[in-house]
């Protein structure tokens, strides 16, 4: 499946879509508190795929 040179352009479509549209959400229903949050959210689901979940949940338990 991601031996498919088609798989990764398709998938990073997909997610710059939902990037578009969750961003028009948040600027049409004037949701700006949520950016920080969501910017965690994605700096978290980064480190845990590049760097393993067991590293960054040790963060987590630790209170950091």
């Known amino acids: 499946?991601?031996?498919n040179?088609?798989?990764?352009?398709e998938m990073s479509q997909k997610v710059s879509y939902i990037f578009k549209e969750?961003?028009?959400m948040i600027k049409r229903?004037?949701?700006y508190f949520m950016i920080?949050?969501?910017t965690?959210?994605?700096l978290l689901a980064f480190?845990?795929?590049y760097i393993g979940p067991?590293?960054?949940i040790s963060f987590i338990y630790a209170g950091i």
């Open 54 to 56: 067991a590293v960054v």
């Open 47 to 49: 480190l845990v795929y």
């Open 5 to 9: 040179p088609g798989f990764l352009k």
């Open 40 to 42: 965690l959210l994605a």
């Open 29 to 31: 229903q004037k949701l």
């Open 1 to 3: 499946m991601a031996n």
């Open 36 to 38: 920080p949050t969501l």
């Open 22 to 24: 969750m961003f028009y």
